[in-house]
C-alpha cells in the first residue's frame, strides 16, 4: 500500500510539472528509507539482513545515507543479551538436565553476540577453552515470521531493479537465513572446513567440540577483531588481513569446495601468531555449482579481452538478461568493467571511495541504468553476498594487494583472461583442480559435508 500511494503521489507531481526521473528518484528514495523502517520492526533476523543490506547504504545519496546508516547499526546491535537464568534454561533445553555437568566452568554472561543468537566462554570438561553458541529462544519462529514477512515486502525491490526475477532472489535470501538455524549443518560445514585448514600457515579454524540442538561447541579464539583492524590498524596491518580474507574466501573452491558466504568482518580474528582465525560456519554451501566455472570465464574474457558485444553474449547466456530483453551492449560495457579494475593492475588499492562509486553507478536510480534492466539467477545469491561483503570488508580496509594474482593462484583457468598474454607463458598453475575435485568427490564418498 505504502508502495502504491507513493506511485499514486508521483502521478501528481508528474501533473505539476516536475519531471519522471526526478519524480521516479523521488519515489525510490523513499521506498528505500519504507525498507529500512520496516527492517526495524524485524525481531528475529534484523541484525542478519541488517549485515546483507548494509552494501546498498553506500549507494544513497549522502545527504540521505547518515540515518540508514545508524539504522543498520542499531539492526546489528540490536538483540537484548539472554539473561543468566534463561541461558541456562536453553542449555537444558538442548542438551538436558545435567548439561552444567559436561562443563568444568561456564559463564552465564554473554560474551558476544550472534546474529542469531549469542556465545559465551566456557571450559569443556576436558580444560579445553570453548565457545558456546545457543540460540535466542522462540529465535526459529520468529525468523520464518521475519522471512514471510520479507517475501511479503520483496516487490519493493522492483523499484530499484524492475528487471529482476525479485521472488527467486528473496527465496534464495530466505533459505541462506533460514539455514543459519540449522546448529547441525553449521557444525559439519565448519569441521569440513576445520579438516581442509588443519596445519595451515595462514588461516586457524576452530574445531567442533560437540553439538546438541540450538547448541554449538568450538574451540575458543583468542585474538583481535578485524573490526578493531578497520578502525584502528596500521595500513600493513590492514593490507594483510584483506588479502588473507581474500586468500580464505576463493581458496576454498579448489580445497574443500564450499563457499565461505559471511565474510563479516566481526567473523575474524588476528590471532597473536599471526594467523586469520575463522568463525560463524552457518552461510556455507557447496560451490562452484555447475557452468559457474563457465560463466566467470566467459565474462573475464568479454571485460578484460573482448568488448560490449561478447559482455552482453555472455550476461545473456548465463542468465543475466532474460531471453527478449533488449540491452545497450556499450552501456553494459561502459557500467561493468571499471569494477574490474582492481585485475588490471599487479597491485592495487581498494578504497571505500572507489567502491562507492562502483556502487553508485550500477545502482544508478536513472531509468536509463542499463543495469537495473538485468536480472540475477537465484543460484548466484550466495556468492553476491560472499563477494559484496568481502569488497565492502577491503573497501573498509582500504587494502592494497596483488587482486589479480591471488585469484589466478586458486582460480588458474581464469590466467587466460586476466594475466596478460605476455606473461602468461611464465605462469604455473598452483592448483590441481582436477585433483582438488577427485578430493571432494571423495570427502562425499565418506559423508563429510558437500552440502
Known amino acids: 500500500m505504502a508502495f502504491a500511494g507513493r506511485q499514486a503521489a508521483g502521478l501528481g507531481k508528474r501533473a505539476l510539472g516536475r519531471s519522471a526521473e526526478e519524480v521516479n528518484r523521488d519515489i525510490q528514495l523513499r521506498t528505500a528509507q519504507h525498507i529500512f523502517e520496516v527492517l526495524g520492526e524485524l525481531k528475529g533476523c534484523a541484525a542478519k539482513l541488517g549485515q546483507l543490506l548494509a552494501i546498498y547504504e553506500l549507494a544513497l545519496p549522502r545527504e540521505v545515507a547518515e540515518p540508514y546508516r545508524i539504522a543498520l547499526s542499531r539492526l546489528q546491535d540490536a538483540a537484548p543479551a539472554m539473561l543468566p537464568h534463561t541461558v541456562h534454561a536453553a542449555m537444558a533445553e538442548s542438551m538436558g538436565a545435567d548439561w552444567l555437568s559436561r562443563f568444568r566452568e561456564f559463564d552465564g554472561r554473554r560474551a558476544a553476540a550472534a546474529s542469531l543468537g549469542q556465545v559465551h566462554r566456557a571450559v569443556w570438561h576436558d580444560g579445553r577453552a570453548v565457545a558456546v553458541k545457543v540460540m535466542y529462544p522462540g529465535g526459529r519462529q520468529a525468523v520464518a515470521r521475519d522471512l514471510d514477512h520479507l517475501r511479503r515486502i520483496s516487490y519493493l525491490a522492483t523499484v530499484f531493479l524492475p528487471g529482476a526475477d525479485v521472488k527467486a532472489v528473496t527465496e534464495a535470501i530466505c533459505a541462506s537465513v533460514a539455514g543459519e538455524l540449522d546448529y547441525a549443518a553449521e557444525a559439519a560445514h565448519q569441521t569440513a572446513f576445520a579438516a581442509a585448514y588443519a596445519g595451515d600457515p595462514d588461516f586457524y579454524v576452530p574445531n567442533v567440540i560437540a553439538q546438541h540442538g540450538d547448541v554449538l561447541i568450538s574451540e575458543w579464539i583468542e585474538g583481535t577483531p578485524v573490526p578493531r583492524v578497520v578502525a584502528s590498524g596500521t595500513q600493513a596491518e590492514r593490507d594483510r588481513v584483506g588479502m588473507l580474507m581474500v586468500r580464505f574466501v576463493t581458496s576454498g573452491w579448489g580445497?574443500?569446495?564450499?563457499?565461505?558466504?559471511?565474510?563479516?568482518?566481526?567473523?575474524?580474528?588476528?590471532?597473536?601468531?599471526?594467523?586469520?582465525?575463522?568463525?560463524?560456519?552457518?552461510?556455507?554451501?557447496?560451490?562452484?555449482?555447475?557452468?559457474?566455472?563457465?560463466?566467470?570465464?566467459?565474462?573475464?574474457?568479454?571485460?578484460?579481452?573482448?568488448?560490449?558485444?561478447?559482455?552482453?553474449?555472455?550476461?545473456?547466456?548465463?542468465?543475466?538478461?532474460?531471453?527478449?530483453?533488449?540491452?545497450?551492449?556499450?552501456?553494459?560495457y561502459a557500467a561493468i568493467t571499471p569494477c574490474g579494475e582492481p585485475f588490471r593492475h599487479e597491485t592495487y588499492r581498494l578504497t571505500a571511495r572507489w567502491l562507492r562509486?562502483?556502487?553508485?553507478?550500477?545502482?544508478?536510480?536513472?531509468?536509463?541504468?542499463?543495469?537495473?534492466?538485468?536480472?540475477?539467477?537465484?543460484?548466484?545469491?550466495?556468492?553476491?553476498?560472499?563477494?559484496?561483503?568481502?569488497?565492502?570488508?577491503?573497501?573498509q580496509l582500504e587494502t592494497e594487494g596483488t587482486y589479480r594474482d591471488e585469484i589466478v593462484r586458486w582460480i588458474p583457468e581464469l590466467s587466460e583472461a586476466l594475466i596478460p598474454e605476455e606473461n602468461t607463458e611464465d605462469m604455473a598453475p598452483t592448483v590441481d583442480l582436477g585433483t582438488a575435485r577427485r578430493r571432494r568427490a571423495e570427502m562425499s564418498k565418506r559423508g563429510m559435508p558437500i552440502v
Open 255 to 332: 580445497r574443500h569446495g564450499l563457499l565461505y558466504a559471511d565474510p563479516h568482518p566481526g567473523n575474524f580474528r588476528v590471532l597473536p601468531d599471526g594467523r586469520l582465525g575463522v568463525m560463524d560456519f552457518g552461510a556455507c554451501c557447496a560451490w562452484p555449482p555447475a557452468g559457474f566455472g563457465e560463466l566467470t570465464l566467459d565474462c573475464c574474457k568479454a571485460i578484460f579481452r573482448g568488448g560490449p558485444g561478447d559482455l552482453a553474449a555472455a550476461t545473456r547466456r548465463h542468465g543475466f538478461v532474460e531471453n527478449g530483453q533488449a540491452i545497450d551492449s556499450e552501456a553494459l
Open 357 to 395: 562509486r562502483q556502487v553508485l553507478r550500477t545502482t544508478n536510480l536513472r531509468l536509463s541504468n542499463v543495469v537495473r534492466q538485468m536480472t540475477m539467477p537465484a543460484y548466484f545469491t550466495p556468492f553476491a553476498r560472499s563477494f559484496l561483503t568481502l569488497v565492502g570488508v577491503l573497501g
